[in-house]
């Protein structure tokens, strides 16, 4: 069963530059997967960031940009904020109806 | 502005059944796939299941397979997630999300509730 894979925390200084990946434990993530990101602080509901790899959703900053580096989806944080300390979550369509989501990475910004 | 609004959720025994709702507003729903995703206490989100616009085709994550039922009506702009025999590792809370594949032939979730809680216990 081919899983998505996320870090699961990573760590950045206020202004500076963060990419956090999404990939699959077996083969390459692609535009195909239509890969997604959600940024979600802890009782809130989840926010869209990106979607289809890298079209930003309405009122998302454009400090957040979504690619596909080598074999992975990203998402990379230029200029993070002290209010973009959050759990980040990708999503991959994996056909037949089936989205699975990544594990998360919990992001502090300091 | 579009608005999903879950409810259904509570305390329950395990092996019960249980229905949650999820009501959309601001939006034609008719016209947009919705899925249903939950998150444990301290755990990731999770998919769970999707179902077309029209309520014909669903699917399903292998872990409610058999045991979780999606539906809509179109005429009460509602979503539905019926659960059954369910146990203390359902306990989550369980959200609805848009998917606007079909006006825009891009997969993702666009719009979130804000969730309704269900806890199994006894």
């Known amino acids: 069963q081919t899983v998505v894979t996320q870090e699961p925390s990573f760590s950045v200084s206020p202004g500076g530059t963060v990419t956090l990946t999404c990939g699959l434990t077996s083969g390459s993530v692609s535009s195909s997967y239509y890969p997604s990101w959600y940024q979600q602080t802890p009782g809130q509901a989840p926010r869209t960031l990106i979607s289809?790899?890298?079209t930003r959703s309405s009122g998302v900053p454009d400090r957040f940009s979504g690619s596909i580096l080598g074999n992975k989806a990203a998402l990379t944080i230029t200029g993070a904020q002290a209010d973009d300390e959050s759990d980040y979550y990708c999503v991959l369509y994996m056909g037949g109806g089936i989205r699975v989501f990544g594990g998360g990475t919990k992001l502090t910004v300091l | 502005q579009v608005q999903l609004v879950e409810s259904g959720g509570g305390v329950v025994q395990p092996g019960t059944s249980l229905r949650l709702s999820c009501a959309g507003s601001?939006?034609?729903?008719?016209?947009?796939?919705m899925h249903w995703v939950r998150q444990a206490p301290g755990r990731g989100l999770e998919w769970l299941t999707v179902?077309?616009?029209?309520?014909?085709?669903?699917y399903y994550t292998d872990s409610v397979k058999g045991r979780f039922t999606i539906s809509r009506d179109n005429s009460k702009n509602t979503l539905y997630l019926q659960m059954s025999s369910l146990r203390a590792e359902d306990t989550a809370v369980y959200y609805c999300?848009?998917?606007?594949?079909?006006?825009?032939?891009?997969?993702?979730?666009?719009?979130w509730g804000q969730g309704t809680l269900l806890t199994v216990s006894s």
């Open positions: 999300a848009t998917d606007p594949v079909v006006p825009t032939g891009v997969r993702y979730f666009d719009h």
């Open positions: 289809n790899t890298n």
């Open positions: 601001g939006f034609t729903f008719s016209s947009y796939v």
């Open positions: 179902i077309s616009e029209d309520g014909s085709l669903k």
